[in-house]
């Protein structure tokens, strides 16, 4: 996106000579606005978007699950992704292990401190009761751990498989750093 030079171009100086351009020397002006259309263009490149798709998987493994919804964005700038997304599951497959949400569009960074945090700010259908869930990138991988804190007074722990249930759904948010 360039700038729009259409009213630069039809300047015309103030003597009344109908001269284009002569009170002001359009070169050096020609040269700042071509250094901010340089700037632009570069920017453009760092951020871009894209959507993906989402899936209920399992630290242990899974297969099999069947989906009612599963939609998901991404907006990426530079090293930094900030995702969205929902998953709905009609009927659960096979999974061991703990909940993690997979199929994210770029990997976690390698660090164990992965600088990521996000949060599920609604979820519904859980075998066990919620009271608040979050959602952390595991370093280096691809997908989201899930971590809850069961109701009515519980500590924040990975959310087991055996907790996720057909009906089970989860709208969550996370920013990461990518490598």
Do not use: C
């Not at 920017?43 to 959507?51: E, F, M, S, V, W």
């Not at 659960?92 to 703990?98: C, D, E, L, V």
């Amino acid at each position: 996106m360039a700038l729009d030079r259409t009213w630069y171009n039809t300047l015309v100086d103030d003597d009344g000579s109908g001269v284009v351009g002569s009170v002001w020397d359009k070169a050096d002006v020609d040269s700042l606005m071509d250094a901010v259309d340089s700037e632009i263009a570069r920017l453009d490149t760092k951020q871009t978007t894209g959507a993906w798709t989402p899936t209920f998987s399992a630290s242990g493994g899974s297969s099999g699950n069947v989906y009612g919804a599963s939609q998901g964005y991404w907006v990426r700038m530079g090293d930094w992704v900030s995702v969205t997304g929902y998953v709905a599951l009609t009927a659960k497959g096979t999974m061991s292990g703990n909940l993690q949400i997979g199929g994210l569009p770029f990997r976690g960074q390698t660090l164990t401190n992965s600088h990521s945090a996000g949060g599920a700010p609604w979820f519904y259908g859980f075998a066990a009761a919620y009271s608040s869930m979050a959602v952390r990138v595991d370093p280096g991988q691809l997908v989201i751990d899930v971590y809850g804190i069961k109701t009515p007074a519980g500590s924040m722990a990975n959310v087991p498989v055996a907790d996720v249930a057909a009906g089970s759904q989860i709208m969550f948010s996370v920013t990461y750093k990518t490598n």
